[in-house]
């Protein structure tokens, strides 16, 4: 079972992150609200209306149980 090291430190940063709306393709900055549209999800972004940089909430994608 793989864990990314980077999950371990988003946990404990500040709770402000990213809100992602995956089906309109686009995530909500904490700060300013701000709408940014996704192609791809980078580990964090800086937002370019208030120039704070946050996380992203991660998927668990790669923790579902799939049995093998
Ligand atoms: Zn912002």
Redesign the pocket.
């Known amino acids: 079972m793989i864990v990314p090291p980077a999950y371990l430190e988003i946990v404990r940063a500040r709770p402000s992150k990213w809100t992602v709306v995956p089906r309109e393709r686009y995530a909500v ?1 904490p ?2 609200a ?1 709408r940014v549209a996704l192609g791809t999800r980078p580990e964090r972004m800086r ?1 370019g ?2 120039s ?1 940089m946050f996380e992203f909430e991660l998927e668990h994608e790669y923790s579902a149980p799939h049995g093998t």
Do not use: D, Q, S
Request: glycine share 0%; aromatic share 0%; net charge negative.
């Open positions: 900055c700060n300013c701000e937002c209306r208030c704070e």
